[in-house]
C-alpha cells in the first residue's frame, strides 16, 4: 500500500519550485500525494521565516491538520533551518526536520520513522549540488517552469534572515542548467523563470571547451543568452535581483534578447538614504535611481517593480515621504510592501527605536495606495494596444481565461476553447485596478 502525503508550501517562488520538486521525489519514491490532509498518512510543511512569526503559524496549521491517521510530521524549509532542533521541543508532534539543502533526502528520513527506526530525525546539512540532481518527472513538466540557478545571500541586509537560512551564495554550473532548460522545453516548457535568492550575482563554472580556452565564470547575461539559443523558448525571466549587482550587460541583453521581458523585479527597500544605511543595503536612493534611468535608456521598453519595508527601526515620517519620492519617480507596474518585521538573530532586531504597530499599519497604507495609483495608470496604458500573454489558468466566471504579458500584468479574455498554456495575441479593451480585460485576436 501507498502511504498518502499531504504537503503544504509557503513563501517565495524558491519554495514554490522546491515543493514541486519535493512532492516528485516523493511519489517517485512510492508515496502517493493527496489533497486531503484529513486522509493522510504524512504531513510534510515546506516554510518560510522572512516575516511574521513563521514557526507559530506551522504549529497553529499542524494542530488543525494532525489526525489519528497521521504516522509521521515533517517540517522542512527556512523555519527548519532557523530553528533547528529547538523544533522537536516546540510539538512533540514532528518527526522530521530538514533543512532546504537536503530536500532529496526526505523520503528516507520518512520511510526510517515509518519503519520504526528512529522517532526524530534532523537534517539541516549545506549540502550543495546533490538536491539539483534530480529532474522533474516528464510528465509534471508544464509550459512555464522555474529552473533554480543560484541559492543563498552574501549581502546581510540588517533585517533578513536569509543568508542564514539559504546560506552562502552559491551559483549552479552552466551545463547542468543548460541540461535542465533543454529537458523542460523538450517537455513543452515555453517560458522560463531563472530563480535565485540574488540571481543577478549568479557566476557559474563555465562549460568547458578545450585546454586552450580559459574557462572564467558566466555572469547571468552570458547565461541567458545562452539559454535563448535553445529551440522552443518564448520568453525568459529572472528573479530576484539586487540593486548592486545589475550590470550594464545584463541592461543589454534586454535590449538585445527578444525573449528576455523587458521587465524586472529590482527592491529599492526603502527610498531614505540613511534608512538604506543601517539596513545595509550598499546603495543610495540616488544611486539605484540613476542604474534604472541607465536601464531605460538602455532599453526604453523596460518596466520594474520593487519591494518595500515600511516601519524599519528608527524610520521618520520624512524618511517614509523619500519612499513614496521614489514610487512617484519609479512609477512601478506592481509591488510589494511590508511592514518590517522583527526577525531572531538579525542586526535591526536590537536596533533602538523600533516603531510602533500601529504607524507602521499607517504607512503601510499610504504606500500600497501610491503603488495602487501607478498600478492602474499602467494598466491604463493598455488600453487599445495588442499584448501577448501567456494564459496561466481559468477565471471566476465560465470561459473565462487569466494570463500575463511580459510585464506579468493579468489579462483577462473569454474562450470557447482551453487556451491554458498558450501564448496569443491579445487587444485590451477596459483596465481594472488587479487586471485587465481584452479580446484575443
Ligand atoms: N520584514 C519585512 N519585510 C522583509 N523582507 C525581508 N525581510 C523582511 C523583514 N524582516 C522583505 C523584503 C524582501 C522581500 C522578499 O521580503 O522586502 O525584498
Ligand atoms: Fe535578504 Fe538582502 Fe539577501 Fe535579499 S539581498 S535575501 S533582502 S539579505
Same mark, same amino acid.
Given at each position: 500500500?501507498?502511504?498518502?502525503?499531504?504537503?503544504?508550501?509557503?513563501?517565495?517562488?524558491?519554495?514554490?519550485?522546491?515543493?514541486?520538486?519535493?512532492?516528485?521525489?516523493?511519489?517517485?519514491?512510492?508515496?502517493?500525494?493527496?489533497?486531503?490532509?484529513?486522509?493522510?498518512?504524512?504531513?510534510?510543511?515546506?516554510?518560510?521565516?522572512?516575516?511574521?512569526?513563521?514557526?507559530?503559524?506551522?504549529?497553529?496549521?499542524?494542530?488543525?491538520? /494532525?489526525? =489519528? *491517521?497521521?504516522?509521521? #510530521?515533517?517540517? &522542512?524549509?527556512? %523555519?527548519?533551518?532557523?530553528?533547528?532542533?529547538? $523544533?522537536? /521541543?516546540? =510539538? *512533540?508532534?514532528?518527526? #522530521?526536520?530538514? &533543512?532546504?539543502? %537536503?530536500?532529496?533526502?526526505?523520503?528516507?528520513? $520518512?520511510?526510517?520513522?515509518?519503519?520504526?527506526?528512529?522517532?526524530?530525525?534532523?537534517?539541516?546539512?549545506?549540502?550543495?549540488?546533490?538536491?539539483?540532481?534530480?529532474?522533474?518527472?516528464?510528465?509534471?513538466?508544464?509550459?512555464?517552469?522555474?529552473?533554480?540557478?543560484?541559492?543563498?545571500?552574501?549581502?546581510?541586509?540588517?533585517?533578513?534572515?536569509?543568508?542564514?537560512?539559504?546560506?552562502?551564495?552559491?551559483?549552479?554550473?552552466?551545463?547542468?542548467?543548460?541540461?535542465?532548460?533543454?529537458?523542460?522545453?523538450?517537455?513543452?516548457?515555453?517560458?522560463?523563470?531563472?530563480?535565485?535568492?540574488?540571481?543577478?550575482?549568479?557566476?557559474?563554472?563555465?562549460?568547458?571547451?578545450?585546454?586552450?580556452?580559459?574557462?572564467?565564470?558566466?555572469?547571468?547575461?552570458?547565461?541567458?543568452?545562452?539559454?535563448?539559443?535553445?529551440?522552443?523558448?518564448?520568453?525568459?525571466?529572472?528573479?530576484?535581483?539586487?540593486?548592486?549587482?545589475?550590470?550594464?550587460?545584463?541592461?543589454?541583453?534586454?535590449?538585445?534578447?527578444?525573449?528576455?521581458?523587458?521587465?524586472?523585479?529590482?527592491?529599492?527597500?526603502?527610498g531614505s538614504d540613511r534608512i538604506l544605511r543601517l539596513m545595509n543595503r550598499g546603495h543610495t536612493s540616488s544611486e539605484y535611481l540613476d542604474k534604472l534611468k541607465m536601464f531605460c535608456d538602455i532599453c526604453p521598453t523596460m518596466q520594474f517593480s520593487s519591494d518595500f519595508?515600511?516601519?524599519?527601526?528608527?524610520?521618520?515620517?520624512?524618511?517614509?515621504?523619500?519612499?513614496?519620492?521614489?514610487?512617484?519617480?519609479?512609477?512601478?507596474?506592481?509591488?510589494?510592501?511590508?511592514?518590517?518585521?522583527?526577525?531572531?538573530?538579525?542586526?535591526?532586531?536590537?536596533?533602538?527605536?523600533?516603531?510602533?504597530?500601529?504607524?507602521?499599519?499607517?504607512?503601510?497604507?499610504?504606500?500600497?495606495?501610491?503603488?495602487?495609483?501607478?498600478?492602474?495608470?499602467?494598466?491604463?496604458?493598455?488600453?487599445?494596444?495588442?499584448?501577448?500573454?501567456?494564459?496561466?489558468?481559468?477565471?471566476?466566471?465560465?470561459?473565462?481565461?487569466?494570463?500575463?504579458?511580459?510585464?506579468?500584468?493579468?489579462?483577462?479574455?473569454?474562450?470557447?476553447?482551453?487556451?491554458?498554456?498558450?501564448?496569443?495575441?491579445?487587444?485590451?479593451?477596459?483596465?481594472?485596478?488587479?487586471?485587465?480585460?481584452?479580446?484575443?485576436?
Amino acid at each position: 500500500m501507498h502511504e498518502k502525503f499531504y504537503l503544504e508550501a509557503y513563501g517565495c517562488q524558491m519554495n514554490v519550485y522546491d515543493a514541486k520538486v519535493i512532492i516528485n521525489l516523493m511519489e517517485r519514491s512510492g508515496f502517493q500525494e493527496i489533497l486531503d490532509p484529513g486522509d493522510a498518512d504524512i504531513l510534510i510543511f515546506y516554510t518560510c521565516n522572512i516575516r511574521e512569526n513563521a514557526a507559530k503559524k506551522v504549529f497553529s496549521r499542524l494542530g488543525m491538520l /494532525k489526525t =489519528s *491517521k497521521t504516522k509521521v #510530521v515533517a517540517i &522542512g524549509g527556512c %523555519v527548519a533551518q532557523a530553528e533547528k532542533d529547538s $523544533i522537536f /521541543k516546540m =510539538s *512533540k508532534d514532528v518527526n #522530521v526536520v530538514f &533543512g532546504p539543502h %537536503v530536500y532529496h533526502l526526505l523520503s528516507s528520513y $520518512i520511510q526510517r520513522v515509518l519503519n520504526g527506526e528512529t522517532k526524530q530525525v534532523i537534517d539541516i546539512d549545506y549540502i550543495k549540488d546533490d538536491k539539483f540532481c534530480g529532474k522533474l518527472d516528464r510528465e509534471r513538466v508544464t509550459y512555464s517552469e522555474f529552473v533554480t540557478i543560484q541559492e543563498g545571500c552574501d549581502n546581510f541586509c540588517s533585517y533578513c534572515v536569509v543568508p542564514y537560512t539559504r546560506g552562502r551564495e552559491y551559483s549552479r554550473p552552466v551545463k547542468d542548467i543548460i541540461a535542465d532548460v533543454k529537458y523542460l522545453v523538450s517537455n513543452g516548457t515555453r517560458a522560463i523563470t531563472l530563480i535565485g535568492q540574488n540571481v543577478n550575482s549568479y557566476m557559474g563554472e563555465a562549460p568547458y571547451i578545450n585546454i586552450d580556452v580559459p574557462n572564467t565564470p558566466w555572469k547571468l547575461e552570458r547565461l541567458i543568452r545562452a539559454i535563448a539559443e535553445i529551440d522552443g523558448i518564448r520568453r525568459i525571466r529572472y528573479t530576484t535581483s539586487h540593486p548592486k549587482d545589475i550590470s550594464v550587460a545584463l541592461m543589454k541583453a534586454h535590449a538585445e534578447i527578444p525573449l528576455l521581458v523587458p521587465f524586472t523585479h529590482i527592491p529599492i527597500q526603502s527610498g531614505s538614504d540613511r534608512i538604506l544605511r543601517l539596513m545595509n543595503r550598499g546603495h543610495t536612493s540616488s544611486e539605484y535611481l540613476d542604474k534604472l534611468k541607465m536601464f531605460c535608456d538602455i532599453c526604453p521598453t523596460m518596466q520594474f517593480s520593487s519591494d518595500f519595508i515600511v516601519g524599519f527601526p528608527t524610520e521618520t515620517f520624512r524618511d517614509f515621504e523619500d519612499t513614496l519620492r521614489v514610487v512617484d519617480e519609479m512609477q512601478y507596474t506592481i509591488s510589494y510592501a511590508f511592514k518590517y518585521s522583527r526577525r531572531k538573530n538579525t542586526p535591526a532586531d536590537v536596533m533602538p527605536n523600533q516603531i510602533p504597530d500601529l504607524e507602521k499599519e499607517k504607512r503601510l497604507k499610504l504606500l500600497q495606495d501610491t503603488l495602487m495609483k501607478y498600478q492602474i495608470l499602467r494598466n491604463e496604458s493598455l488600453l487599445h494596444k495588442t499584448q501577448e500573454v501567456l494564459f496561466e489558468k481559468v477565471g471566476k466566471k465560465d470561459g473565462q481565461y487569466i494570463g500575463k504579458n511580459v510585464y506579468m500584468q493579468s489579462v483577462v479574455v473569454e474562450s470557447t476553447t482551453n487556451i491554458i498554456g498558450e501564448f496569443r495575441d491579445v487587444l485590451i479593451e477596459s483596465a481594472g485596478t488587479n487586471c485587465v480585460f481584452g479580446r484575443v485576436l
